[in-house]
Every structure is written in C-alpha cells, then in structure tokens.
C-alpha cells in the first residue's frame, strides 16, 4: 500500500482537509514519484510502521496499554520519508524532516515510536538522540521513548535492550538513544543515525542541531526529525527554518534533501467562521485531539487576550508574540527586502535611541518614496565585553546577527557613540543616503550631539513620554499593519518590535516600554519611533524633496 498516494488522494478529494502549504508539498511529491531523478520503495518505511504497530503501545490516558495504530497522515509521512531514494546513488533522499503540527496531535508519541523502531532496527553501534531546548523537554521524549519500550515484554526484555540514567541502550547491537539539549555541556563526541529535535519554537539559535548535524557527517544516510508546535521566540531557530521551508513551497530556492509537513491553516478568520478547518493544523482531530476542547478555548478565546494568543499559537500554529505586546505578530511581520543600492541617492529622517553604557544601542534611517513606501535601514551597537553575557541573558543569537553585520561591536564594556556617527557618514558616503534631520532623546546625549553636530548634522531633540511619541507611534502602527513600512526583514528590529508593550494613560495616549522582562530590548522600536517624531515636523519639507 502507498500511503502517500492514499493521502494525497483524500487531500484533492476534500475527504481530509489540510492547508495549502502541506497541500502544494503533496503535489510536489507526487510529481517525484516519476522523476526519473529518484526512486519510490515502500519497504523501509512499512518495515517501520509494521514495528510500530506490532510492538509499540500508547502509555497515556486514556490510551494506555493500547496498541499504536498509526493515522493515515502519520505512515504516510514515514513512507515519504524513509521511501525516496536518490537514483543515482540508492541512498535516502531526504535527510532533514520539519514536522509543525498542534499540540495534543501525539506528536510525542509518534516520534517516540520511530525512534524506538529505530533503536531496535538499526544494525549496531548507533546513536539515536533525542533532543529540546531544556533538559526537561527533551526528558519528556525520552521517558515517553522508555515507558513505550517498558509497556512491550519484548522490546523490555534484557537481552534486547536496558536503560539506565543516561540512556537506552542494546547489550546485543550496542544501540543507545540518548538526551541532548541546548543545556547540555558537551554536544561533542555523538555518531547519531537518527537525530529527533521536539519542540524547537523556544530556540534562539541553532546549536543543538548544528551539533546533530556535525555529528552525522561521516553518515551515508543521516536523517533529522523537527517536530513542533508554533511558539512566541521571534527570530529564533524555529523562523529561519520555516522560512527556509516556505521558499522552498514557493520555488524561490531548491532542496531535494528537506522534507518540510506543515499542518498550518490558511487564514485567522477560517478558525472562527468554519470549525470543519479546525483539522489543517490538527490532523488527529477526533482520534486523539477532542473537538470539545477546540470549542472549549475558542469561546474563552473571544473574551480573553491570553487565551487567544496562546489557542492561535499552540492549536493552530499561527505565530503570535507574548501577552500583552503592541503589535500581533501578523502585524509587525513583514519579510519584504530590497537592495540598500535602490535607495542610493535618498534623503532621509535619521533616529537614534542612545542605550545606557552596556546595552543595545540603536540608529535608524527612514526614508519615503513618492509612492507612500516606507524603507527602513536599522543598524545596532553593543560593548564587546557585554555580547556573551546578553546572549545569555536575552536569549537571542547576538552572535549570528554580529556575523551578519547587522551589529557592531564597541571595545570594551561600554558603547562608543562614535561609531554612530560614523555610520551615519558611512552611509551618506558610501550610498549618498544622507538624513535631512536626526532624532534623539537629550538623556545621556550631550557630547554625541556636539559631535553629530560638529560633522554638519542637523539634531532634532525628542524626549520620550506621550507628549512627544503617541502620535508618530500610533501613525508606525498603522504603516506596519498595512505592510508600508519595508525594514529589509531585520531581526533585530523585528524582535525589538515584538518585545514592545504600549504604555497607555488615561487620555488614550501611548508611548513604548518594554514587555514583562528588562531583557526584552526595544531600542529598535524606539529610535523608529523617534524618526516617525522627527518625520512628523518636517512632513512637508521632506516630501518636497524626496525621490
């Protein structure tokens, strides 16, 4: 039986309802089912699910001790993965599987059961790793791995396999499954077969699969399992692979080796007009998932912010950021870029939120077009001395966006404002982008100013309260929500966007501040805010000589 053609069929038919992004891969697969490129063999993939299915046991209520029988989706899944073979090689095609499904869909338990069937049908001398950001979560995949092996007498049976407070492992094949997490103090030294990531949606960065990874480089057939749920971390580990996974659905890059199964929805608005669109995101709706509890959330959903953020995020994997932020994520999203060349030859409103000593420090170029558009050119500076311990204390990849030139670095432990300036003069120089006016808040300023005004700057002072920060605020978000502002899809101001709260008195006037954490920075939010101020003076003096 070919359970990919099975599922595929019922897809087109309607008879199983799931987005356009799963729907388009489906499509795709089955034209590879006929490039000459690869060859289909159902064998490894039943060979798993008949293991699954014979030896593996639920251990959950109201589950427990029945026999695993796995839903359509899920063993054609397995085909798929384990099925495609390279034709030129006969090797395994896919070596990468991201797997984003809703909570309480058994995605736990499905993996469990695969790496179980893993453990037990690999040859020997292999390690199976289960991994998450925290100890904890990856403790969850692997107690579910171990109470599923103890529900079966004969995967239990201590010949065939024993465990002990590190691992599983087989007296006989020398088989082990281990624990892996972004805690974990040595990620060296592994010869992982099979690699299974849970829950991914709270990595920053990515350390523990860039340690799975390496660790499989001598492997003819490595594979990587990413199961998770959509979470609130904006910029992390889990956006930049979906991101990956969404250009490769829309053609924009080409890679035979992932396997991207995304169970998403289509729209916000379906969830609440049609429950029958429920199953997209949650393809085990009614058999392990209970609609009563879909129904039960939605109707708190319309009456409580909390409820809503984490039901769209969790049950239907629609990102969202944390309680009580300014802007939805859906808002503040946009992964439009452009070529800093396009905009050779502009004039700008320049913004500066100046941090204190050991913080973030933040500079901004706005720039409008005759056609409305906003384009925003964000850059960020930090003390050197400080980066490890920010990493750590924020947790966000300081150290790619350092890479990626989106910050730079000071020496010592507190930040040269200096080097603003001179990115300023870098980028009149070097792109002929020169800012009319420049905003800034007077704390902390006053030798900057001096300086920026010494090179021929033009300061405009914009303190932050209400007074001076509701309006241009309120005019930034209306411009996000209606995708007018391009700011080249940075992460750094996408997460400073997401971490800012809107502070609001009793007139209804707002001003920013930060999320429930003193680590949650928002300097980018604030100097944009204070280039929208300076924007707003000189509205029509800048629109007469803009481009």
């Given at each position: 039986?070919?359970?990919?053609?099975?599922?595929?069929?019922?897809?087109?038919?309607?008879?199983?309802?799931?987005?356009?992004?799963?729907?388009?891969?489906?499509?795709?697969?089955?034209?590879?089912?006929?490039?000459?490129?690869?060859?289909?063999?159902?064998?490894?993939?039943?060979?798993?699910?008949?293991?699954?299915?014979?030896?593996?046991?639920?251990?959950?209520?109201?589950?427990?001790?029945?026999?695993?029988?796995?839903?359509?989706?899920?063993?054609?899944?397995?085909?798929?993965?384990?099925?495609?073979?390279?034709?030129?090689?006969?090797?395994?095609?896919?070596?990468?599987?991201?797997?984003?499904?809703?909570?309480?869909?058994?995605?736990?338990?499905?993996?469990?059961?695969?790496?179980?069937?893993?453990?037990?049908?690999?040859?020997?001398?292999?390690?199976?790793?289960?991994?998450?950001n925290t100890s904890e979560q990856a403790n969850i995949l692997f107690e579910e791995i171990n109470n599923m092996r103890e529900q079966s007498p004969a995967l239990s049976n201590e010949k065939r396999s024993k465990k002990n407070i590190f691992f599983i492992y087989s007296p006989k094949t020398k088989n082990k499954i281990k624990k892996l997490s972004a805690q974990s103090r040595n990620k060296d030294g592994y010869n992982i077969e099979v690699g299974c990531i849970d829950e991914v949606h709270e990595m920053t960065d990515s350390k523990v699969y860039d340690a799975i990874k390496?660790?499989?480089?001598?492997?003819?057939?490595?594979?990587?399992?990413?199961?998770?749920?959509?979470?609130?971390?904006?910029?992390?580990?889990?956006?930049?692979?979906?991101?990956?996974?969404?250009?490769?659905?829309?053609?924009?890059?080409?890679?035979?080796?992932?396997?991207?199964?995304?169970?998403?929805?289509?729209?916000?608005?379906?969830?609440?007009?049609?429950?029958?669109?429920?199953?997209?995101?949650?393809?085990?709706?009614?058999?392990?998932?209970?609609?009563?509890?879909?129904?039960?959330?939605?109707?708190?959903?319309?009456?409580?912010?909390?409820?809503?953020?984490?039901?769209?995020?969790?049950?239907?994997?629609?990102?969202?950021?944390?309680?009580?932020?300014?802007?939805?994520?859906?808002?503040?999203?946009?992964?439009?870029?452009?070529?800093?060349?396009?905009?050779?030859?502009?004039?700008?409103?320049?913004?500066?939120?100046?941090?204190?000593?050991?913080?973030?420090?933040?500079?901004?170029?706005?720039?409008?077009?005759?056609?409305?558009?906003?384009?925003?050119?964000?850059?960020?500076?930090?003390?050197?001395?400080?980066?490890?311990?920010?990493?750590?204390?924020?947790?966000?990849?300081?150290?790619?966006?350092?890479?990626?030139?989106?910050?730079?670095?000071?020496?010592?432990?507190?930040?040269?404002?200096?080097?603003?300036?001179?990115?300023?003069?870098?980028?009149?120089?070097?792109?002929?982008?020169?800012?009319?006016?420049?905003?800034?808040?007077?704390?902390?300023?006053?030798?900057?100013?001096?300086?920026?005004?010494?090179?021929?700057?033009?300061?405009?002072?914009?303190?932050?309260?209400?007074?001076?920060?509701?309006?241009?605020?309120?005019?930034?978000?209306?411009?996000?929500?209606?995708?007018?502002?391009?700011?080249?899809?940075?992460?750094?101001?996408?997460?400073?966007?997401?971490?800012?709260?809107?502070?609001?008195?009793?007139?209804?006037?707002?001003?920013?501040?930060?999320?429930?954490?003193?680590?949650?920075?928002?300097?980018?939010?604030?100097?944009?805010?204070?280039?929208?101020?300076?924007?707003?003076?000189?509205?029509?003096?800048?629109?007469?000589?803009?481009?």
């Amino acid at each position: 039986m070919n359970y990919l053609i099975e599922y595929y069929q019922k897809v087109m038919s309607n008879e199983i309802l799931v987005g356009e992004e799963l729907k388009t891969m489906l499509k795709r697969l089955m034209d590879d089912l006929v490039d000459p490129r690869f060859d289909f063999d159902e064998k490894p993939g039943n060979l798993r699910i008949d293991f699954i299915e014979t030896f593996c046991k639920h251990t959950k209520s109201p589950f427990n001790g029945q026999p695993f029988i796995l839903e359509l989706w899920e063993k054609a899944l397995i085909q798929t993965a384990y099925g495609f073979k390279m034709k030129e090689t006969g090797l395994r095609r896919f070596n990468e599987v991201i797997l984003l499904i809703a909570r309480k869909n058994g995605k736990t338990t499905f993996i469990a059961g695969l790496d179980l069937a893993e453990f037990f049908l690999s040859k020997g001398g292999v390690d199976i790793v289960c991994a998450s950001n925290t100890s904890e979560q990856a403790n969850i995949l692997f107690e579910e791995i171990n109470n599923m092996r103890e529900q079966s007498p004969a995967l239990s049976n201590e010949k065939r396999s024993k465990k002990n407070i590190f691992f599983i492992y087989s007296p006989k094949t020398k088989n082990k499954i281990k624990k892996l997490s972004a805690q974990s103090r040595n990620k060296d030294g592994y010869n992982i077969e099979v690699g299974c990531i849970d829950e991914v949606h709270e990595m920053t960065d990515s350390k523990v699969y860039d340690a799975i990874k390496q660790s499989q480089s001598t492997k003819k057939e490595p594979l990587i399992f990413i199961i998770t749920t959509e979470g609130t971390t904006v910029g992390g580990f889990l956006d930049t692979k979906l991101d990956y996974c969404r250009k490769m659905l829309k053609n924009e890059i080409s890679d035979d080796r992932v396997l991207p199964w995304l169970y998403t929805q289509d729209s916000t608005n379906e969830i609440y007009e049609n429950p029958e669109t429920w199953k997209k995101s949650n393809p085990s709706l009614g058999v392990v998932k209970t609609t009563s509890y879909l129904d039960d959330v939605m109707n708190k959903s319309k009456n409580d912010h909390s409820t809503r953020v984490t039901m769209l995020c969790k049950d239907f994997n629609i990102k969202q950021v944390d309680q009580g932020a300014w802007l939805s994520f859906a808002d503040l999203n946009n992964e439009s870029i452009y070529s800093i060349d396009s905009l050779r030859g502009s004039y700008a409103i320049g913004g500066v939120d100046l941090s204190s000593t050991t913080d973030l420090t933040s500079s901004i170029l706005l720039i409008q077009k005759k056609d409305g558009k906003r384009y925003v050119i964000p850059h960020f500076f930090m003390p050197s001395e400080v980066l490890k311990k920010r990493m750590e204390e924020d947790n966000v990849p300081y150290d790619i966006w350092l890479k990626r030139g989106l910050i730079t670095l000071t020496d010592g432990n507190q930040n040269d404002f200096s080097l603003v300036t001179k990115w300023f003069i870098k980028m009149i120089q070097q792109y002929e982008i020169r800012p009319l006016w420049v905003g800034f808040d007077p704390w902390n300023s006053q030798y900057w100013i001096k300086e920026m005004e010494d090179q021929g700057f033009n300061m405009e002072k914009v303190r932050q309260g209400v007074y001076s920060l509701s309006e241009p605020m309120k005019q930034l978000e209306a411009d996000l929500k209606n995708k007018i502002v391009n700011y080249d899809n940075n992460p750094i101001l996408k997460w400073c966007l997401s971490n800012t709260q809107a502070k609001v008195d009793l007139n209804g006037n707002i001003q920013p501040s930060k999320l429930n954490s003193r680590f949650k920075r928002i300097d980018g939010t604030v100097a944009l805010i204070i280039a929208y101020a300076v924007l707003n003076r000189y509205k029509l003096d800048y629109e007469n000589m803009m481009t």
